[in-house]
């Protein structure tokens, strides 16, 4: 019988040829847990061919079981030496070992091959024209072999396979690729390849990437993980050409520092900026976890100026009701993020930088208590200093809901401190308390709300002007009922529709506020969710007095056999009996009478094609003050002939008109094209294009885009062209048409 580990070494060493591409390849190498790779679109990969025709198919095993030998015809030496001929086979745990000939020695216990051999198994299957082993030392070779790697659509071969006694193997003048077999569009070649598996390591010299026949990349020699493990090494650089930029070239070198700390150290060229040292630092604790982004560059080229950033993050669980996150962020200048991108904060349409600690503590009752600390960095150059937001220094919370009910009603509090201050500002404390009552009801068919609450809010402020309060205060009492119906039928094609009209009457009285500085309030815009709002004003410096009435209107379309939602309406409206009187600085009354009619409708069509829309019809002036419509068409979007179209249209009256159309489609077998366009018909001019070609086969890619859009408030144009070349199964390099599109939102589920 033979020992079953002697194969199970054969299998490590043929799967340390997979993980050589995968280790160079991973761009996300410095992730704590397992990193997520972008794999290839499994449709698109190379089919290889077996290497060998007409065999049974592998029997699942124990890896450690017993070995099984077969052949035609066995002979025994005198010498103790057996040679087992024709169709002989040695198969154990999943594994198998087959050629025409096979010499065993039985007292050396080594093996013997002189010709063409064949070793499978699930990962791997490897052919080589000799073979030795020896079972006492678990050590061989496997001369001239050729391999593929079924798991990841990768084939190779090597001259030498050498598996040594003490954990290492050797593998000499290796070729991969993962193309197929009447292709040669690419290939990872090295002279040699060491791999260490007790340290988890392998080495390679003379490495070089070859496409088309030509090397393009070479190092004379690198260390790669061989297992699941993170260890210290070079990642894959990314290189770019942009107008802002010129030349951009950056090489992250990943630091394994302990199994629950890293970090990324990033060196960046830009030809018309300078060279920035970026660096990520991680770790994970047992009930936190954190990270701290730098970036640096010492003088811009440009601006003759020092730009730097930095964020951190740090969330935690210090007990099981106990909880703290600590979040700062800080750039050198207002441009930051419009000359170097938003890389770690998502820089889109970002006015303010958040730094602040919070501290939130959940009571085994119904109560909890928040504290913060809160600052704002502000990075639009539009903002006025006198319209930044304020600090909190602190802000304490508690809210308390009693956790039983009595004959439906419940009692609660809601109660907040806050310290505000601002350069050259009002600074002030503010007490809130907020009692109230809430009897509630809910039925099948029917369900109803009604809250009374008194609101005492207090302040001490200073910097006043003169004549002017340092301590108002205020008491507002608030009356809300609030109820609705739910009907139910089946249509025709046997879909279940809802409707559900829901009606909400608000009562709270006119109480002078003119004396009272707005910290914190502001008017959010109308939408379906401020039609129950009790309070039309974000914040508390501005209570808005209310003798009105909300109705809406909703229906929904399900699915009578998934419960899937294909249809969601929504349309409302509010009745003010008086007109509001309480408003914001610089603000006026809406008035009495009816509001604004909005509406909403979610709708899809069918599993590929959704509609959304958000409409704002103003029925005095007969016209619309807000309008969005999108429609999207998604289509098997993993696959090489996946589609995406999305047409979008946004109006505000007054402020903006624009339209944005998304497109990516095949064109015709390997070709594909991508786009945006978005247009302000307002301003009558583009303010983002983008149009990119693809060419994929199934071991490689190449993609093209070029790129001009508005890269800051004041209008200025940027422009890039991105090239991205995938060797599948390996690596992406560059910057492909892909990530430059808007999120990829799906449809509606």
């Given at each position: 019988m033979l020992r079953s580990a002697a194969y199970t070494r054969v299998t490590l060493v043929l799967c340390a040829l997979l993980a050589v591409p995968a280790a160079m390849a991973s761009e996300n190498g410095s992730s704590i847990e397992s990193a997520k790779r972008s794999e290839p679109r499994a449709a698109a990969m190379c089919q290889q061919l077996p290497l060998a025709a007409n065999l049974p198919m592998l029997v699942e095993g124990p890896e450690n079981g017993p070995v099984h030998l077969t052949a035609d015809d066995v002979s025994l030496d005198k010498e103790g030496i057996s040679t087992l001929l024709g169709?002989?086979?040695?198969?154990?745990?999943?594994?198998?070992?087959?050629?025409?000939?096979?010499?065993?020695?039985?007292?050396?216990?080594?093996?013997?091959?002189?010709?063409?051999?064949?070793?499978?198994?699930?990962?791997?299957?490897?052919?080589?024209?000799?073979?030795?082993?020896?079972?006492?030392?678990?050590?061989?070779?496997?001369?001239?072999?050729?391999?593929?790697?079924?798991?990841?659509?990768?084939?190779?071969?090597?001259?030498?396979?050498?598996?040594?006694?003490?954990?290492?193997?050797?593998?000499?003048?290796?070729?991969?690729?993962?193309?197929?077999?009447?292709?040669?569009?690419?290939?990872?070649?090295?002279?040699?390849?060491?791999?260490?598996?007790?340290?988890?390591?392998?080495?390679?010299?003379?490495?070089?990437?070859?496409?088309?026949?030509?090397?393009?990349?070479?190092?004379?020699?690198?260390?790669?993980?061989?297992?699941?493990?993170?260890?210290?090494?070079?990642?894959?650089?990314?290189?770019?050409?942009?107008?802002?930029?010129?030349?951009?070239?950056?090489?992250?070198?990943?630091?394994?520092?302990?199994?629950?700390?890293?970090?990324?150290?990033?060196?960046?060229?830009?030809?018309?900026?300078?060279?920035?040292?970026?660096?990520?630092?991680?770790?994970?604790?047992?009930?936190?976890?954190?990270?701290?982004?730098?970036?640096?560059?010492?003088?811009?080229?440009?601006?003759?100026?020092?730009?730097?950033?930095?964020?951190?993050?740090?969330?935690?669980?210090?007990?099981?009701?106990?909880a703290l996150d600590i979040h700062v962020a800080d750039v050198s200048d207002e441009q930051y993020f419009e000359d170097f991108g938003g890389t770690r904060i998502d820089s889109s349409a970002l006015t303010y930088l958040d730094r602040s600690a919070r501290l939130t503590y959940q009571a085994p009752a119904s109560y909890t208590v928040n504290v913060m600390v809160q600052d704002y960095q502000t990075i639009d150059n539009t903002i006025l200093p006198a319209d930044e937001p304020y600090r909190r220094v602190p802000q304490i919370r508690l809210d308390a809901l009693t956790p039983n009910s009595f004959y439906n009603t419940r009692a609660g509090l809601g109660a907040e401190y806050d310290y505000f201050t601002r350069p050259n500002s009002i600074d002030g404390q503010r007490l809130d308390l907020q009692p109230f009552l809430r009897l509630e009801k809910d039925n099948i068919a029917w369900y109803t709300t009604s809250q009374i609450d008194a609101r005492y809010t207090a302040y001490q402020l200073s910097n006043v002007a003169p004549g002017q309060p340092s301590a108002p205060q205020r008491t507002v009492p608030t009356f809300s009922t609030e109820g609705g119906l739910r009907f139910e039928r089946i249509t025709a094609n046997g879909s279940v529709q809802t409707l559900e009209p829901q009606l909400m009457y608000l009562y709270?009285?006119?109480?002078?506020?003119?004396?009272?500085?707005?910290?914190?309030?502001?008017?959010?815009?109308?939408?379906?969710?401020?039609?129950?709002?009790?309070?039309?004003?974000?914040?508390?410096?501005?209570?808005?007095?209310?003798?009105?009435?909300?109705?809406?209107?909703?229906?929904?379309?399900?699915?009578?056999?998934?419960?899937?939602?294909?249809?969601?309406?929504?349309?409302?409206?509010?009745?003010?009996?008086?007109?509001?009187?309480?408003?914001?600085?610089?603000?006026?009354?809406?008035?009495?009478?009816?509001?604004?009619?909005?509406?909403?409708?979610?709708?899809?069509?069918?599993?590929?094609?959704?509609?959304?829309?958000?409409?704002?019809?103003?029925?005095?002036?007969?016209?619309?003050?807000?309008?969005?419509?999108?429609?999207?068409?998604?289509?098997?979007?993993?696959?090489?002939?996946?589609?995406?179209?999305?047409?979008?249209?946004?109006?505000?009256?007054?402020?903006?008109?624009?339209?944005?159309?998304?497109?990516?489609?095949?064109?015709?077998?390997?070709?594909r094209a991508a786009g945006r366009w978005r247009y302000s018909i307002e301003d009558n001019r583009t303010l983002d294009v983008l149009g990119g070609l693809e060419y994929e086969t199934c071991c490689w890619a190449l993609r093209t885009s070029y790129r001009r859009y508005v890269a800051n408030t004041s209008g200025r144009f940027d422009n890039g062209i991105y090239v991205q070349l995938e060797l599948k199964g390996m690596t992406r390099i560059g910057t492909g048409f892909t990530g430059l599109l808007p999120i990829n939102d799906t449809l509606p589920q």
């Open positions: 169709k002989v086979r040695v198969m154990q745990g999943g594994q198998e070992f087959s050629s025409e000939a096979l010499n065993y020695d039985d007292k050396n216990r080594t093996i013997e091959v002189r010709a063409e051999s064949l070793f499978r198994s699930k990962q791997m299957n490897i052919k080589s024209q000799s073979a030795d082993f020896d079972l006492n030392t678990q050590s061989g070779a496997f001369n001239n072999t050729l391999f593929t790697l079924p798991s990841r659509a990768a084939r190779g071969s090597a001259d030498v396979v050498q598996v040594n006694q003490h954990g290492t193997a050797n593998i000499r003048r290796i070729r991969y690729t993962t193309c197929g077999p009447d292709s040669n569009a690419w290939y990872l070649a090295a002279t040699k390849v060491h791999l260490d598996y007790d340290e988890g390591m392998g080495s390679a010299t003379n490495a070089r990437l070859e496409l088309g026949g030509v090397p393009v990349f070479y190092m004379p020699y690198f260390r790669f993980p061989i297992d699941n493990e993170r260890h210290t090494g070079l990642l894959f650089p990314t290189v770019g050409i942009t107008e802002n930029m010129g030349f951009d070239f950056r090489q992250p070198i990943y630091l394994n520092i302990a199994p629950n700390i890293d970090d990324t150290f990033t060196p960046r060229y830009m030809s018309k900026r300078g060279t920035q040292l970026g660096n990520s630092f991680r770790y994970l604790l047992e009930q936190s976890e954190g990270k701290l982004d730098l970036e640096y560059l010492h003088e811009d080229r440009q601006t003759q100026d020092r730009r730097t950033f930095l964020e951190f993050q740090h969330d935690s669980l210090i007990n099981p009701r106990l709270t009285p006119y109480r002078n506020q003119n004396d009272i500085p707005t910290f914190d309030s502001g008017e959010p815009d109308f939408d379906v969710t401020e039609l129950f709002s009790r309070n039309r004003y974000s914040g508390i410096d501005r209570i808005a007095d209310a003798n009105q009435a909300a109705f809406a209107l909703s229906s929904r379309l399900l699915d009578p056999n998934t419960g899937q939602v294909r249809l969601t309406a929504t349309i409302g409206q509010i009745y003010r009996f008086t007109a509001p009187e309480v408003t914001l600085p610089g603000f006026v009354s809406p008035g009495n009478g009816a509001t604004d009619f909005i509406s909403t409708l979610d709708y899809r069509l069918s599993s590929h094609w959704a509609a959304s829309s958000l409409l704002q019809w103003a029925p005095g002036d007969r016209q619309f003050n807000r309008a969005n419509f999108a429609v999207r068409y998604r289509e098997d979007e993993t696959s090489a002939t996946g589609k995406r179209l999305d047409l979008v249209y946004r109006y505000r009256r007054g402020v903006l008109e624009q339209s944005d159309v998304v497109a990516s489609i095949p064109l015709f077998e390997g070709w």
